[in-house]
Every structure is written in structure tokens, then in C-alpha cells.
């Protein structure tokens, strides 16, 4: 964990930018399931007092992504394949109509925006990043909302993702993984730019089911990571 390298902007509160960290290497497996998370090691690491830490802690625990352990320890809980499963549905049945009501309304400022994220997935893959891939791939879905007018869609999903996203990181180093990921965007951002809706949905809905279609793999890779559904 790298809690030490995290500058607070003083200007907001603690607790929110602490959460965001720590969310950021529980999705990215930076911090890995089974993690401890002592409140008195964070509260060091981050120059603060235990209270922020403790109300970061519990904001992760809605979202299951930590257990907490009162009078013990707070640890980062193993993937739930059933909320993941959830997730994807819900991901799923928005990015779907988002992409129709793009489709209708083809945006050359967001065909510019799309293709810079799949531009950066490329150069991040040949470089080896695999933080900045996953960084570009939010991106282009975050920027899919966007243009539809349903931002406020993807904070609501976000919360539910956690899982989910885990998942996918996990499934990220298979061999042509990255490469169908950037191949999928292309085919979700040409058909949305020919105006062609159901092309659109057919290429995002073969994009969103390539990690679920392996949980049984991952889950024997990774058995210590994951709960049995």
C-alpha cells in the first residue's frame, strides 16, 4: 500500500479523498483480498486522525468491498461473484440504451473523444500499463454516459462495480484480452458513428459479456481471491 504518497487537497475533506485512494488500489488489486487495513497504520501513513479513516472504511464497507471487524480488523474482502453478476446486468441494461440514443444522434465531438480513449488504451497496452488501459477503458464508457446525458447513471453504477471491475482485472493479462477489449471499442464507436443502433448494441453486448463468460477460469486461477457463488 502506498498510502504515503497520497497528497490531501486541504481544500476538501479527508475522508472522501481517503476513500478514493484506498477504492482505487482495492478495484486495481494493488491491495489485494484478504488485505488487513489497520485504522491506526492508515491514519500514520496518511498524516491524519483515526476518525476520516474510520469513515472511509465504513463507505467501503457499502460497497462490500472491505470487511469490518469491530474490536479487530478492517480487511479487503475477496470478490462476491453473484454482486459482480448484478453489476454487469445493470452495466449491461444502461450501456445498452446509451448506445441506441447515440447511435441516433451521432456527435463528432464524441467520436473524437472515444477514438483519444482506445488511442490511449493502445499506447498504455504496447507500454505495458495496465492501470492506465483500465483508466482509458473507464473513460469510454464514462464518456458514453456522458454524451447521453446519464452521468449521474454511472456514479449510481459505479457503486456497485467494485466486484465486477476486480474481476476484470484479474481477467486483463490472459493472452488477447487487452487486444479484444480495444477491438470491441472500435466496433461500439464505428457502428455508433455510421448511425447504426443496432450494430451498436450488438458489438457493446459481446464487449460486456467477455469476463463473465470466464468466471469458472478465473475462479480456479484465483480461488483464494474469489467466494464461491
Known amino acids: 500500500m502506498h498510502s504515503q504518497k497520497l497528497r490531501l487537497d486541504r481544500s476538501r475533506h479527508a475522508a472522501p479523498q481517503v476513500f478514493e485512494h484506498l477504492r482505487e488500489q ?4 494493488e491491495l489485494a ?13 496518511y498524516g491524519l486522525s483515526q476518525t476520516p479513516i474510520r469513515d472511509a472504511l465504513m463507505k467501503l464497507a457499502e460497497e462490500a468491498l472491505v470487511e469490518i471487524y469491530p474490536q479487530h480488523t478492517t480487511v479487503v474482502s475477496r470478490i462476491d461473484i453473484a454482486a459482480a453478476r448484478q453489476a454487469h446486468f445493470l452495466r449491461r441494461s444502461l450501456e445498452l440504451e446509451i448506445a441506441h440514443i447515440l447511435a441516433q444522434r451521432p456527435d463528432p465531438l464524441l467520436i473524437q473523444r472515444l477514438q483519444a480513449s482506445i488511442d490511449r488504451q493502445r499506447v ?3 507500454n505495458g500499463q495496465p492501470q492506465p488501459f483500465m483508466d482509458a477503458d473507464q473513460a469510454f464508457h464514462r464518456d458514453m454516459h456522458e454524451a447521453a446525458g446519464m452521468i449521474g447513471l454511472w456514479h449510481m453504477a ?13 481477467h486483463l493479462p490472459e ?13 461500439v464507436l464505428d457502428a455508433i458513428a455510421a448511425q447504426d443502433a443496432p450494430r451498436a448494441q450488438q458489438a457493446l ?6 469476463t463473465l463468460s470466464q468466471v469458472a477460469e478465473i475462479c480456479k486461477r484465483y480461488p483464494d481471491y474469489v467466494l464461491p457463488e
Open 26 to 29: 482495492i478495484v486495481s488489486l
Open 205 to 210: 453486448r459481446e464487449h460486456l459479456s467477455g
Open 33 to 45: 483480498p484478504g488485505a488487513p487495513l489497520s485504522r491506526v497504520t492508515l491514519a500514520e501513513a
Open 124 to 126: 498504455s497496452h504496447a
Open 175 to 187: 493472452a488477447g484480452k487487452a487486444e479484444r477489449i480495444m477491438d470491441d471499442h472500435q466496433r
Open 158 to 170: 459505479q457503486r456497485y462495480s467494485g466486484h465486477l471491475d476486480r474481476l476484470r482485472r484479474l
